[in-house]
């Protein structure tokens, strides 16, 4: 066969916001998943790291671990992915239960295969061909992607900025709402900007929201 003839392997396009999650059937750690059936009715954080028995993901997946209850209270499904076998991960949740009492009580995929690093763009190649680098996808509960990070190896993520991240999403969402810079619960919302005159002459006469100016107005919630 004349390998000049061969096109070459086409990248896979890492999913956009706004795109439903790709689906997928994985083994993990609470036993075989799949994507489009999983957490049925709730948000999900899926996250991946670079490898297991590594002191930055030790600490990453140790604070969603220790955190797990606020992502619980913001009807949320963790969901860990490594390309490490099933054994390794096992290995990996027990050494670090018998060492600092951290229990990673939350599924972690064992994608051995990368099939699901591949589907999702953790694999970076200019980065590593090998392992997948720190990613974040907030997932709503009609398993469309609402917010997608990329962190390198080296860098371990911010756990406040995930958590009130996916809370402004949430509220957004309930409150129909946009959230300005630093948004935290208890601050302020902006009101969606008026797109006709009669909504601008609408919103000079509005006393209940708080107008920077007509097209900046803000809210409690």
């Known amino acids: 066969m004349n390998n000049e ?4 392997e086409q990248p896979i396009a890492m999913p956009r916001i706004g795109d439903t999650a790709p689906d997928f059937t994985a083994v993990t750690t609470k036993g075989t998943i799949q994507m489009s059936d999983f957490a049925k009715d709730k948000w999900i954080v899926m996250f991946s790291h670079p490898a ?38 096992l290995g990996w949740v027990q050494n670090v239960r018998e ?13 051995i295969d990368m099939k699901v ?53 949430q509220m ?3 409150h129909k709402v946009a959230m300005p810079l630093d948004w935290k619960r208890g601050d302020q919302a902006i009101c969606p900007p008026p797109k006709s005159l009669d909504a601008l002459n609408e919103r ?10 007509w097209y900046l107005a803000k809210k409690d919630i």
């Not at 992502?71 to 390794?88: Q, R, V």
């Not at 953790?122 to 398993?143: G, H, W």
């Open 172 to 174: 957004s969402d309930k």
């Open 204 to 213: 000079l006469q509005d006393d209940t929201v708080e107008k920077v100016t």
């Open 99 to 111: 060492n600092t009492g951290v229990y990673f009580d939350f599924p972690i995929i064992a994608d």
């Open 52 to 89: 297991d028995f590594t002191p930055v993901c030790t600490t990453e997946m140790s604070g969603f671990a220790q955190r797990k209850p606020e992502f619980d209270a913001l009807n949320t499904e963790l969901l860990g992915l490594s390309i490490d076998s099933i054994h390794a991960h």
């Open 5 to 8: 003839n061969l096109l070459p």
């Open 117 to 169: 690093s591949k589907l999702y763009g953790m694999l970076q190649p200019n980065e590593s061909e090998t392992a997948a680098v720190r990613a974040v996808f907030f997932i709503d509960p009609s398993k469309k992607i609402r917010l997608v990070m990329y962190y390198p190896l080296n860098v371990g993520r911010n756990m406040d900025e995930i958590l009130r991240a996916l809370d402004a999403l």
